[in-house]
């Protein structure tokens, strides 16, 4: 028999026969508070279920369906949620226990539309993961790793990205507004139609990146990103000013033809524009 009881009260939420929670039918379940640190809930029947305030830290979720779950606030450090189906959940403010690493690994989900928004995903695992649309604003996801994800439409706007590894992953669509991406991995990355806007781009990895419609608009250390060079454009990019003006003359006239500007333009903003010191 699993008995689960609040890990604040010791309280009784629900009891099931067996010897785990694997392909458990907990669908509409109400469980806030619930103590499943290190539970095995792969396969399990989670839609609609609340698990707000949850310790799940080290359990398994993998396969599971948690569509439209609400695990607002819980801790997931270590928890698996491998190939799990997430469609629209709310996984606002996780992990906000921890302090470093949280772990929790999201690898081949399917996280459409989730809020994961002002959470604790600093090594976090989305490598090959649906992000299609989800709301990763303010999250702390340094070093996170999501090299094949699909991030669609997805909103990264003030999240620390710094270390973090997007390789071949599609940013299509991409908000990355106020977003710090020092360090970050974006080779083979498609960037079209992302904004980029107040982004700081320090150290950032851009090679054989594909920018297409990609805008720019007043960001920190574009001219200190790498690979500039080699990035792969189908449709005209933009970046403004204030994104070039801090380091024009380290761009080189290749990078800022990528980046819009030709002719003329190119030619007036070469000699327009003192040098300035990086």
């Given amino acids: 028999m699993v008995v689960v009881r609040r890990w604040?009260?010791?309280?009784?939420?629900?009891?099931?026969?067996?010897?785990?929670?694997?392909?458990?039918?907990?669908?509409?379940?109400?469980?806030?508070?619930?103590?499943?640190?290190?539970?095995?809930?792969?396969?399990?029947?989670?839609?609609?279920?609340?698990?707000?305030?949850?310790?799940?830290?080290?359990?398994?979720?993998?396969?599971?369906?948690?569509?439209?779950?609400?695990?607002?606030?819980?801790?997931?450090?270590?928890?698996?949620?491998?190939q799990a189906s997430l469609g629209d959940a709310r996984l606002q403010a996780i992990n906000l226990a921890t302090s470093g690493p949280a772990g929790t690994d999201f690898s081949d989900a399917d996280l459409t539309r989730v809020v994961l928004k002002n959470?604790?995903?600093?090594?976090?695992?989305?490598?090959?993961?649906?992000?299609?649309?989800?709301?990763?604003?303010?999250?702390?996801?340094?070093?996170?790793d999501f090299t094949g994800a699909d991030l669609a439409g997805a909103d990264l706007s003030f999240a620390d990205l710094r270390g973090a590894r997007l390789a071949h992953a599609s940013l299509v669509g991409t908000l990355l507004n106020g977003t710090t991406l020092g360090g970050a991995i974006l080779a083979h990355a498609d960037l079209s139609l992302a904004s980029f806007n107040g982004a700081v781009l320090d150290d950032a990895e851009f090679t054989d990146a594909l920018w297409s419609g990609t805008v720019f608009a007043r960001c920190k250390?574009?001219?200190?990103?790498?690979?500039?060079?080699?990035?792969?454009?189908?449709?005209?990019?933009?970046?403004?000013?204030?994104?070039?003006?801090?380091?024009?003359?380290?761009?080189?006239?290749?990078?800022?033809?990528?980046?819009?500007?030709?002719?003329?333009?190119?030619?007036?903003?070469?000699?327009a524009l003192p040098p300035t010191r990086a």
């Fill in 221 to 271: 250390g574009l001219h200190r990103a790498r690979g500039l060079e080699t990035v792969r454009t189908l449709t005209p990019s933009t970046a403004d000013l204030p994104s070039v003006r801090e380091g024009l003359h380290s761009l080189s006239v290749d990078v800022l033809m990528r980046l819009g500007y030709a002719g003329a333009e190119l030619q007036a903003l070469l000699t």
């Fill in 119 to 144: 959470s604790n995903l600093v090594g976090a695992r989305f490598v090959n993961a649906n992000c299609h649309r989800v709301d990763f604003s303010r999250c702390n996801l340094r070093e996170a």
């Fill in 8 to 82: 604040d009260t010791g309280a009784f939420i629900l009891e099931r026969e067996g010897t785990s929670l694997s392909r458990a039918a907990l669908a509409q379940a109400v469980m806030p508070y619930a103590d499943l640190a290190g539970a095995d809930l792969s396969w399990a029947e989670l839609q609609g279920a609340d698990l707000c305030l949850s310790d799940l830290r080290g359990a398994s979720f993998a396969n599971a369906s948690a569509v439209r779950a609400d695990i607002t606030l819980a801790n997931l450090s270590g928890a698996s949620f491998r």
